[in-house]
């Protein structure tokens, strides 16, 4: 087994640079590295709320049809079906250059409609635009997320909380990257949401692929460095945003802000080349040793599958067990799926709700626009806090206390309905709670989705199904933001202009103001959060049996044979 020790840096790797250069960049850990970087850009979705309030002016739409809009943007960003098949059938790099060219052309088209550079679009255009820049993010996270899950498949929990944490904090990053770069312009971040993530894939394409590799004894050790470079990156920008509410910077001062953020991003490079010497230098001893005679074990012979002539949808109901790998149509059609998905409704639903609509509430509460900027952007550095905690606390309860996954959704979707209470009934300062509430409870979701979809139904599939198990989350948009939120705003804001004797053809923009504004939808959401909660715990105990076990005893077994010959050989 591998042990990544103490390791100087002398030539780049035993007076090889160039060798120890390609060896790296063909290595998991860089892989890693790449996959945090496509990942910290990979969340403009969660900026919605930002320049919403630039595409409502400009383009003169009420607060359904902006909450229209908001349904796209989260249908495009939850349906990544298509991206799962076609991952299926094409390598990685095709993947992540598919989800590069979506990205861009959607938000730049949609910056030239804002900018007044082409035509005014038709609504339904600008829901195709939003909705084939979002579904771009689910292009990364199937090149990205689900090749780190199957490069390091015993830390999967803690992986998808490192992955969808820096893409929790990508709001805020961008924030900071695009007041450096472009000032306090909500337009031009559309700008840089349309190049700056679409860059970020094709510079790192060929980096990113499935590598089979010895598990190294050191592994959740230098997963925590990962966390505390992360954590420490979220403590800085959420010490910017408070900063920047109460003083103002210059340009140099944001430009300065954004190039330790950066810094930060950078740092797990130089993690992964410390992680890549001694398997470089193992590598070097081994090609220097004199051919050693090996022992093949005698191929056993398959025999031929009975069933080959039975019909695809024979064995839908003759499912595994858990944890073994399902069919895609098995684990679409079992028990376990639909109970996921009714707690993926309630819980994603009610949250990306709150959030497509946090700039709107900040506004009918009398927030500034720039106290509303801080809302979004603390929103999205605990968003980056929940998915870390889910991902490595809940992977700690599960190693060493056989806590399950699914009791920690539970716990997590009833924190969310407390968020939803304060926008219900806020107080002074309730908005500032809440944004870190919901943002906490909403990145906690993810990484659990993600992670119990593989433990329940296995990696096999696991590009498609995790894809899947997320087709909630548009559903519930549409009927809770679409349907309920959006109507009721305007209701609220009808009612305002008829006190004034105005109508709404007077007006270009319906703007409701008051606590009332939002009272009864988020009161609706509150409830919805807290059955999604009860939903959960029918999940928790059919899966309770399954989490005592030992789950991840099929990868070591594995890689059982693959270490034992390694350290046969090393010690020849």
């Given at each position: 087994m591998v042990?990544a020790?103490?390791?100087t840096f002398?030539g780049g790797?035993?007076?090889?640079p160039l060798?120890f250069?390609l060896h790296?960049l063909r290595g998991r850990w860089?892989s890693?590295f790449?996959s945090f970087?496509i990942m910290a850009?990979?969340?403009?979705?969660?900026?919605f709320?930002?320049?919403?309030?630039?595409?409502k002016?400009?383009?003169?739409?009420?607060?359904?049809?902006?909450?229209?809009?908001?349904f796209?943007?989260d249908?495009?960003a939850?349906?990544g079906v298509?991206s799962g098949?076609?991952a299926?059938v094409t390598?990685?790099?095709?993947v992540?250059?598919?989800?590069?060219a979506m990205?861009?052309?959607?938000y730049?088209?949609?910056?030239?409609?804002?900018t007044?550079?082409i035509?005014k679009?038709r609504?339904?255009q600008?829901c195709l635009?939003?909705?084939?820049?979002?579904?771009?993010?689910?292009?990364?996270?199937?090149?990205?997320?689900?090749?780190?899950?199957?490069?390091f498949?015993e830390?999967?929990?803690?992986m998808?909380?490192?992955?969808k944490?820096?893409?929790?904090?990508?709001?805020?990053?961008?924030?900071?990257i695009?007041?450096?770069v472009?000032?306090n312009?909500?337009?031009?971040l559309?700008?840089?949401?349309?190049w700056?993530?679409?860059?970020l894939?094709v510079i790192?394409?060929?980096?990113?692929r499935e590598?089979?590799?010895v598990?190294?004894a050191n592994?959740?050790?230098?997963?925590f460095?990962f966390?505390y470079i992360?954590i420490?990156l979220?403590?800085?920008?959420?010490?910017?945003?408070?900063?920047?509410k109460f003083?103002t910077?210059?340009?140099?001062?944001y430009?300065g802000?954004?190039?330790?953020?950066?810094?930060f991003?950078f740092?797990?490079l130089?993690?992964a080349?410390?992680?890549?010497?001694p398997?470089?230098?193992?590598?070097?001893?081994?090609?220097?040793?004199p051919p050693?005679?090996?022992v093949e074990?005698?191929?056993t012979?398959?025999?031929?599958?009975?069933?080959?002539?039975v019909?695809?949808?024979?064995?839908?109901?003759?499912?595994?067990?858990?944890?073994?790998?399902y069919t895609i149509?098995?684990a679409l059609?079992s028990v376990?799926m639909?109970i996921?998905f009714?707690?993926?409704f309630c819980?994603?639903?009610s949250?990306?709700t709150?959030?497509?609509n946090?700039?709107?509430?900040?506004e009918?509460?009398?927030y500034p626009?720039k106290?509303?900027k801080a809302?979004v952007s603390?929103?999205?550095?605990?968003?980056?806090?929940?998915?870390?905690?889910?991902?490595f606390?809940?992977?700690?309860l599960?190693?060493k206390?056989?806590?399950?996954?699914t009791l920690m959704?539970t716990?997590?979707?009833?924190?969310?309905?407390?968020?939803m209470?304060?926008i219900?009934?806020?107080f002074q300062?309730?908005l500032?709670?809440?944004?870190?509430?919901?943002?906490?409870?909403f990145g906690?979701q993810l990484?659990?989705?993600f992670?119990?979809i593989?433990?329940?139904?296995?990696l096999?599939?696991?590009?498609?199904l995790?894809?899947?198990?997320?087709?909630?989350?548009?559903?519930g948009?549409?009927i809770l933001?679409?349907k309920?939120?959006?109507?009721?705003?305007?209701?609220?804001a009808?009612?305002?202009?008829a006190k004034?004797g105005?109508?709404?053809?007077?007006?270009?923009e319906?703007i409701c103001?008051?606590?009332?504004?939002?009272r009864?939808?988020?009161?609706?959401?509150?409830?919805?959060?807290f059955?999604g909660?009860?939903?959960?715990?029918v999940l928790?105990?059919?899966?309770?049996?399954?989490?005592k076990?030992?789950?991840?005893?099929?990868?070591r077994d594995?890689?059982?044979?693959p270490e034992t010959e390694?350290?046969?050989?090393t010690?020849?």
């Amino acid at each position: 087994m591998v042990e990544a020790a103490k390791v100087t840096f002398n030539g780049g790797g035993g007076g090889d640079p160039l060798g120890f250069t390609l060896h790296l960049l063909r290595g998991r850990w860089f892989s890693l590295f790449a996959s945090f970087l496509i990942m910290a850009g990979a969340g403009a979705t969660y900026l919605f709320g930002t320049y919403s309030k630039e595409i409502k002016s400009t383009l003169g739409y009420d607060q359904t049809t902006l909450n229209l809009l908001g349904f796209f943007k989260d249908f495009g960003a939850n349906v990544g079906v298509l991206s799962g098949l076609l991952a299926e059938v094409t390598p990685t790099w095709f993947v992540l250059l598919v989800g590069a060219a979506m990205n861009f052309a959607g938000y730049f088209l949609i910056w030239l409609s804002v900018t007044g550079k082409i035509a005014k679009p038709r609504v339904w255009q600008m829901c195709l635009y939003i909705c084939l820049g979002a579904n771009s993010q689910n292009f990364a996270n199937t090149g990205a997320l689900v090749t780190s899950v199957k490069n390091f498949p015993e830390g999967r929990g803690i992986m998808l909380g490192l992955l969808k944490g820096f893409t929790g904090l990508s709001g805020a990053i961008l924030t900071q990257i695009y007041l450096a770069v472009y000032g306090n312009d909500s337009k031009a971040l559309i700008l840089l949401i349309a190049w700056l993530p679409a860059a970020l894939s094709v510079i790192f394409v060929y980096t990113i692929r499935e590598i089979k590799a010895v598990r190294q004894a050191n592994e959740h050790r230098v997963f925590f460095h990962f966390l505390y470079i992360s954590i420490a990156l979220a403590l800085f920008i959420m010490a910017m945003t408070l900063l920047q509410k109460f003083v103002t910077f210059s340009r140099s001062a944001y430009a300065g802000s954004a190039t330790v953020a950066c810094a930060f991003l950078f740092i797990p490079l130089f993690i992964a080349i410390r992680e890549e010497l001694p398997i470089w230098r193992l590598k070097k001893q081994d090609i220097s040793k004199p051919p050693q005679i090996t022992v093949e074990k005698p191929k056993t012979v398959e025999k031929p599958n009975e069933d080959a002539n039975v019909a695809c949808f024979a064995d839908i109901c003759n499912k595994p067990e858990r944890g073994e790998d399902y069919t895609i149509l098995q684990a679409l059609l079992s028990v376990d799926m639909l109970i996921l998905f009714l707690a993926t409704f309630c819980g994603l639903g009610s949250s990306l709700t709150a959030v497509d609509n946090l700039g709107q509430i900040g506004e009918s509460l009398g927030y500034p626009t720039k106290t509303t900027k801080a809302f979004v952007s603390l929103l999205s550095i605990w968003n980056f806090f929940g998915r870390i905690f889910s991902g490595f606390v809940s992977e700690s309860l599960l190693v060493k206390y056989k806590f399950p996954r699914t009791l920690m959704m539970t716990l997590v979707l009833s924190l969310s309905g407390i968020g939803m209470l304060l926008i219900a009934f806020p107080f002074q300062g309730s908005l500032y709670i809440a944004s870190i509430i919901i943002g906490f409870s909403f990145g906690a979701q993810l990484p659990l989705l993600f992670a119990i979809i593989s433990e329940l139904f296995g990696l096999k599939y696991y590009s498609t199904l995790f894809n899947c198990g997320q087709l909630a989350s548009p559903l519930g948009s549409y009927i809770l933001n679409v349907k309920m939120a959006g109507p009721l705003y305007d209701r609220e804001a009808v009612k305002e202009l008829a006190k004034k004797g105005m109508t709404r053809s007077m007006v270009k923009e319906l703007i409701c103001v008051g606590p009332h504004c939002y009272r009864m939808p988020f009161i609706i959401l509150a409830a919805v959060t807290f059955f999604g909660s009860i939903i959960s715990l029918v999940l928790v105990a059919r899966t309770r049996k399954f989490y005592k076990s030992d789950i991840y005893k099929k990868f070591r077994d594995q890689v059982a044979e693959p270490e034992t010959e390694m350290a046969v050989s090393t010690t020849k």
